[in-house]
């Protein structure tokens, strides 16, 4: 029987005409309701025809024959909305109302509203690009991003502009920034018509609650205890203060347990809603209110902002925090990273708070800080791995993403390093050679082939496919089925710590109880996967292809260097009867292989990426030479990855699984302070052998040594003090004259190295060969000989010049001016200095006592001989009496010597 008042009470119910006419009128709209207005539930029912009409009939909408498919971004939602709408009507799921979700299917002949997960669409599109049967699409939460239900949106698009006109397309969004949905849905014609609905107008109060001190920001999927302990405490206090369940927000399964465990005691029941928890633990929550009147506090991840209501729910407490997932390229490392919540999304949480009854919502941070949060979350498609989208896009036949009705373009870099990721594992056509599938037609380059096709219909990302393809050939489709099951969702740490194996088993035993919702899952999906290798079984797709696909280079784009393993015999100890340590390490390693690493000593391993990678202390794994991880994250501003899930492989493992960054050859480099020469092996940046070579290449021995002076510098050469003399006066000449006097600095020694020392560089093999080169004899080659300044170099910047007395004083040109530091008496007579460059630059003058020490300094003789003269002599007639001191030294005779023994030196 249908719940007519309980359909009556839902706000959207006024604005379904206004969406019929808009969906007959324009065949898309754009539906804007807040959340508790039933779009998500009453919406359907609508477009499908099966509400009572205001004369107490039902009857589908005009022009919408087919089934009305609605797309959610989680699983948990699509259960829910189905046993929601089958309720409403008064049915069993299964009914008129039916879902799809990976893993589980309840529909029947009678389904006209069938609820999927937006990655069971994209199958479904990928299948039957036409959609056969299916009337009108309604893609809900899109305000969300999630990059599944951007392309799904745009491969609709397309299909409504090339095969299917009459195709319905609904975008259903909780929040009221519509005008560029309304843009991409409209497309050519204009913008869609958008359909707004008012919300329950329940008020929610906002009450601040941070934590009384600072606590550390959040990094990596670190919070700070001492904030997921406030939040507990804002849960008892949120308790004491109102009535009504509390629903919790938190970022993640960790801190809902760390919250949980805080809160026993309680008088409440806690239930924990993630997206791991059983499907029982989910339906509990959503069936409402405890046995007995209990309180019920609800410990959720985002999963709960929309799409489901929560009854009883009166309270929120809001952390604050979500995760999302990163993708560092470079490293070919994915992870979840902790962070802030947008303010649209602390609005969603708090309208739950507010879907029944007025309520309030305990926000766990100052109001201060809710002005620097962002407005809306971060769209998936420019912040996580590509390479799933990628192969949706290629086997839709538009390998480069051209052509997608996309509200963000997918960065160009990661979408680059995704379709590496494809072609290395054989999913799409290398340069030059051909591929098949898609929409395209002729295969090019880029464009998917069939074993590409064949991965994208496992429903994994392109690495675990590959896996699986690959390791079923290898060591039987039910091994590879249940490693990459457990690959596909990161089981709990309690399961086995970071040993694949143990996890392994475990997992297989049932869980031990305290994980059998996850076991149950796993057990699933195994199953999945080995229907769907039957599926593909028998093709050439589905077989390991006879040559390794070349992948990147180590470290390039993800580094992925991830290439089909060789058709010859599989590794050592694999195949039938092969031990799960064996089978482990394989297939993680056929996943993942620029993850493979050899230990390096004290936990630490190499990545074939180049990563470091760190074991965690105390690991069963510890000591393992090799390793293949298939999970590893690295938290901000660590040196090095942490490895969280890894098996033991063997070295002829690691080499068949990474076999394209295998390479073989002579190296030639600076290092550790010399030339070093050898023939390496290498995987990826994982040395495995060496040894030194006696005779090796001349040009690379030139270039190390070019390296070697730049790292270190031109003091590795020999210079002398003439040298240090040459380069001091032709700095000096660059300085004031310009060109063609070359610049001698360090930077442009080092530019310019093979030119001044390219003799000296094709004799010498190692440092001390460079110990030997004379710097300054190599530096007169840069001197301008061609045009014949050379010449002058003597006349323009002089090493010595003769003063009045006779004697060669040197000049110092380290400084910014020229110095000549002399014995005052010998320039008696002397009216003027030397200068320099051609008599632009005046040499400044050190006067000297007769020990050698400065009397005074000037660069016009003149003007000391007349002004100065007089109280130099002064201070020091009496201390060197020996010492001619002249009353007028303009006229006196310049002198090296002292005066006679007894003769007036002061007269």
Same mark, same amino acid.
């Given at each position: 029987m249908?719940r007519t008042?309980a359909?009556?009470?839902?706000?959207?119910r006024?604005?379904?005409?206004a969406?019929?006419d808009?969906?007959e009128?324009?065949g898309?709209?754009?539906? &804007?309701?807040?959340?508790g207005t039933g779009?998500?539930?009453?919406?359907?029912?609508?477009?499908?025809g099966?509400l009572?009409s205001?004369?107490?009939?039902?009857?589908?909408?005009?022009?919408a024959?087919g089934?009305?498919v609605?797309?959610?971004?989680?699983?948990i939602a699509a259960?829910?909305a189905?046993?929601r709408m089958a309720?409403l009507l008064g049915?069993?799921v299964?009914q008129?109302v039916?879902?799809?979700?990976?893993?589980?299917?309840r529909v029947?002949?009678?389904?006209v509203?069938?609820?999927?997960?937006?990655?069971?669409?994209?199958q479904?599109?990928?299948?039957d690009q036409?959609?056969a049967?299916v009337?009108?699409v309604v893609?809900?939460e899109c305000?969300?991003r999630?990059?599944?239900a951007?392309?799904a949106?745009?491969f609709?698009?397309?299909?409504?502009a090339?095969?299917?006109?009459?195709l319905?397309l609904?975008?259903a969004?909780a929040t009221t920034d519509?005008a560029?949905?309304?843009?991409?849905v409209?497309?050519?014609?204009?913008?869609?018509?958008v359909?707004?609905?008012q919300?329950v107008?329940h008020?929610?109060?906002?009450?601040?609650a941070?934590?009384a001190?600072?606590v550390r920001p959040?990094?990596?999927?670190?919070v700070?205890?001492a904030?997921v302990r406030?939040?507990?405490?804002?849960?008892?206090?949120?308790?004491?203060?109102r009535?009504?369940d509390?629903?919790?927000?938190l970022p993640?399964?960790?801190?809902?347990?760390?919250?949980?465990g805080?809160l026993?005691?309680t008088?409440?029941?806690?239930?924990?809603?993630?997206g791991?928890?059983?499907?029982?633990?989910?339906?509990?929550v959503?069936r409402?209110?405890?046995p007995?009147g209990?309180?019920?506090?609800?410990l959720?991840?985002?999963?709960?902002e929309?799409?489901l209501t929560?009854?009883?729910?009166?309270?929120v407490?809001d952390?604050?925090?979500a995760r999302?997932p990163r993708?560092?390229?470079?490293?070919g490392?994915g992870?979840?990273v902790?962070?802030?919540?947008s303010r649209?999304a602390a609005r969603?949480?708090?309208?739950?708070?507010?879907r029944?009854?007025?309520?309030?919502?305990?926000r766990c941070w100052s109001?201060?800080e809710?002005a620097?949060?962002?407005r809306?979350?971060s769209?998936?498609?420019?912040?996580?791995?590509?390479?799933?989208?990628?192969?949706?896009?290629?086997c839709?036949g538009?390998?480069?993403g051209t052509g997608?009705?996309?509200?963000d373009p997918?960065p160009?870099?990661?979408?680059a390093a995704?379709?590496?990721?494809?072609?290395?594992?054989?999913?799409?056509?290398?340069?030059g050679?051909g591929g098949?599938g898609g929409?395209?037609?002729a295969g090019?380059?880029?464009?998917v082939?069939?074993r590409?096709?064949?991965?994208?219909r496992?429903g994994?990302?392109p690495?675990?496919a590959?896996?699986?393809?690959?390791?079923?050939?290898?060591v039987?489709?039910?091994?590879a089925?249940?490693?990459?099951?457990?690959l596909?969702?990161?089981?709990?740490?309690?399961?086995g710590?970071?040993?694949?194996v143990?996890?392994w088993r475990?997992?297989?035993?049932?869980g031990?109880g305290?994980h059998?919702?996850?076991?149950?899952?796993?057990?699933?999906?195994?199953?999945?996967?080995?229907?769907?290798?039957?599926?593909v079984?028998?093709?050439?797709?589905?077989?390991?292809?006879?040559?390794?696909?070349?992948?990147?280079?180590?470290g390039?784009g993800?580094g992925?260097?991830?290439?089909?393993a060789?058709?010859?015999s599989?590794p &050592?100890?694999a195949?039938a009867?092969?031990?799960?340590?064996?089978?482990a390490g394989?297939?993680?390693?056929?996943a993942?292989p620029?993850?493979v690493a050899r230990?390096?000593?004290?936990g630490?391993?190499?990545?074939?990426s180049g990563?470091?990678a760190q074991?965690?202390e105390g690991?069963r794994l510890?000591?393992?030479?090799?390793?293949?991880?298939a999970v590893?994250d690295?938290p901000a501003?660590?040196a090095?990855a942490?490895?969280?899930?890894?098996?033991?492989?063997d070295?002829?493992?690691a080499?068949r699984a990474?076999?394209?960054?295998?390479?073989?050859?002579?190296?030639v480099a600076w290092?550790?302070?010399d030339?070093v020469?050898r023939?390496v092996?290498?995987?990826?940046?994982?040395?495995?052998?060496?040894?030194?070579?006696r005779?090796?290449?001349?040009?690379?021995v030139?270039a190390?040594l070019?390296?070697?002076l730049?790292?270190e510098?031109?003091?590795?050469?020999r210079w002398?003090a003439?040298?240090v003399?040459?380069?001091?006066?032709?700095?000096?000449?660059?300085?004031?004259?310009?060109?063609?006097w070359?610049d001698v600095s360090?930077a442009?020694?080092?530019e310019?190295?093979d030119?001044?020392?390219?003799?000296?560089?094709?004799a010498?093999?190692?440092r001390s060969?460079?110990e030997r080169?004379?710097?300054?004899a190599a530096?007169?080659?840069l001197?301008?000989?061609?045009?014949?300044d050379?010449g002058r170099?003597?006349?323009?910047a002089?090493?010595?010049?003769?003063?009045p007395?006779?004697?060669?004083?040197?000049i110092d040109?380290?400084?910014?001016?020229?110095?000549?530091?002399?014995?005052l008496?010998?320039?008696?007579?002397?009216?003027?200095g030397p200068?320099?460059a051609?008599?632009?630059?005046?040499?400044?003058?050190?006067?000297?006592?007769?020990?050698?020490?400065?009397?005074a300094?000037?660069?016009?003789?003149?003007?000391f001989?007349?002004?100065?003269?007089r109280a130099?002599r002064?201070?020091l007639?009496?201390?060197?009496?020996?010492h001619?001191?002249?009353?007028d030294?303009a006229?006196a005779?310049?002198?090296r010597?002292?005066?006679?023994?007894g003769?007036?030196g002061?007269?």
């Amino acid at each position: 029987m249908i719940r007519t008042r309980a359909l009556d009470l839902l706000p959207v119910r006024s604005c379904v005409p206004a969406l019929l006419d808009a969906l007959e009128q324009r065949g898309t709209a754009v539906l &804007a309701a807040p959340p508790g207005t039933g779009k998500t539930t009453l919406v359907p029912l609508a477009l499908a025809g099966l509400l009572p009409s205001p004369g107490g009939g039902a009857g589908a909408p005009p022009g919408a024959p087919g089934r009305v498919v609605v797309a959610e971004p989680r699983r948990i939602a699509a259960r829910a909305a189905a046993r929601r709408m089958a309720w409403l009507l008064g049915e069993e799921v299964g009914q008129r109302v039916g879902f799809t979700v990976r893993g589980e299917r309840r529909v029947g002949r009678e389904t006209v509203v069938e609820v999927v997960t937006t990655g069971v669409l994209l199958q479904r599109l990928q299948r039957d690009q036409e959609l056969a049967g299916v009337g009108t699409v309604v893609l809900d939460e899109c305000h969300e991003r999630h990059l599944d239900a951007d392309t799904a949106m745009a491969f609709l698009l397309d299909v409504r502009a090339a095969l299917r006109p009459e195709l319905r397309l609904v975008a259903a969004s909780a929040t009221t920034d519509t005008a560029a949905w309304a843009r991409l849905v409209g497309g050519a014609e204009g913008p869609a018509p958008v359909i707004e609905a008012q919300g329950v107008s329940h008020p929610v109060e906002v009450v601040w609650a941070p934590p009384a001190r600072p606590v550390r920001p959040a990094h990596g999927t670190r919070v700070d205890p001492a904030l997921v302990r406030h939040v507990a405490s804002v849960v008892r206090r949120a308790l004491g203060e109102r009535d009504g369940d509390v629903l919790c927000f938190l970022p993640g399964v960790g801190e809902i347990a760390a919250v949980a465990g805080q809160l026993a005691g309680t008088d409440a029941e806690v239930l924990q809603v993630h997206g791991q928890a059983p499907a029982s633990v989910q339906d509990e929550v959503l069936r409402g209110s405890a046995p007995g009147g209990r309180r019920r506090v609800v410990l959720a991840t985002s999963v709960a902002e929309s799409s489901l209501t929560v009854p009883g729910v009166r309270v929120v407490v809001d952390s604050g925090l979500a995760r999302e997932p990163r993708t560092d390229h470079g490293r070919g490392l994915g992870s979840l990273v902790t962070v802030r919540v947008s303010r649209a999304a602390a609005r969603q949480r708090a309208g739950r708070a507010g879907r029944e009854a007025p309520g309030v919502v305990y926000r766990c941070w100052s109001q201060a800080e809710d002005a620097s949060a962002p407005r809306w979350p971060s769209p998936e498609i420019a912040v996580a791995d590509l390479s799933s989208f990628a192969l949706q896009a290629a086997c839709w036949g538009a390998p480069d993403g051209t052509g997608l009705a996309l509200l963000d373009p997918p960065p160009a870099g990661a979408l680059a390093a995704a379709r590496e990721v494809l072609r290395a594992v054989g999913a799409v056509g290398a340069p030059g050679a051909g591929g098949a599938g898609g929409r395209g037609g002729a295969g090019t380059a880029g464009r998917v082939t069939a074993r590409g096709t064949a991965m994208a219909r496992l429903g994994l990302h392109p690495r675990l496919a590959r896996a699986l393809l690959d390791g079923a050939a290898l060591v039987g489709a039910r091994q590879a089925a249940e490693v990459v099951a457990l690959l596909s969702e990161e089981p709990p740490r309690e399961a086995g710590g970071e040993d694949l194996v143990e996890v392994w088993r475990t997992v297989r035993r049932g869980g031990d109880g305290r994980h059998a919702g996850y076991a149950a899952r796993w057990r699933a999906e195994v199953r999945r996967l080995r229907g769907a290798l039957r599926d593909v079984d028998g093709s050439t797709a589905a077989r390991p292809a006879a040559e390794p696909v070349a992948g990147p280079a180590a470290g390039a784009g993800t580094g992925a260097g991830t290439g089909s393993a060789g058709a010859g015999s599989a590794p &050592a100890g694999a195949g039938a009867g092969a031990s799960d340590d064996r089978v482990a390490g394989l297939v993680a390693a056929l996943a993942f292989p620029e993850r493979v690493a050899r230990a390096r000593g004290g936990g630490s391993y190499l990545m074939v990426s180049g990563t470091a990678a760190q074991l965690p202390e105390g690991s069963r794994l510890a000591g393992s030479p090799w390793l293949a991880v298939a999970v590893a994250d690295r938290p901000a501003h660590a040196a090095s990855a942490r490895v969280r899930l890894a098996a033991v492989v063997d070295e002829e493992t690691a080499r068949r699984a990474a076999a394209p960054l295998l390479d073989a050859g002579e190296e030639v480099a600076w290092e550790d302070g010399d030339v070093v020469a050898r023939a390496v092996e290498r995987l990826g940046a994982v040395e495995l052998a060496s040894r030194p070579l006696r005779a090796p290449d001349p040009a690379a021995v030139r270039a190390a040594l070019v390296e070697g002076l730049r790292r270190e510098g031109t003091g590795l050469l020999r210079w002398t003090a003439e040298a240090v003399g040459v380069r001091q006066r032709t700095a000096f000449l660059h300085r004031e004259l310009g060109e063609p006097w070359p610049d001698v600095s360090e930077a442009a020694l080092l530019e310019r190295a093979d030119e001044w020392l390219g003799p000296e560089l094709a004799a010498a093999r190692r440092r001390s060969d460079l110990e030997r080169v004379d710097a300054g004899a190599a530096l007169s080659r840069l001197l301008p000989w061609a045009s014949g300044d050379a010449g002058r170099f003597d006349e323009l910047a002089p090493e010595r010049v003769r003063v009045p007395s006779g004697s060669r004083i040197r000049i110092d040109y380290s400084g910014e001016q020229p110095v000549l530091a002399v014995k005052l008496q010998e320039l008696f007579g002397w009216e003027r200095g030397p200068s320099l460059a051609g008599g632009r630059v005046p040499v400044l003058v050190h006067l000297l006592s007769p020990a050698g020490r400065p009397a005074a300094v000037t660069a016009d003789l003149a003007s000391f001989w007349r002004d100065g003269y007089r109280a130099v002599r002064a201070e020091l007639r009496g201390r060197y009496p020996r010492h001619p001191w002249p009353q007028d030294p303009a006229g006196a005779e310049p002198t090296r010597r002292v005066s006679p023994r007894g003769a007036a030196g002061h007269r």
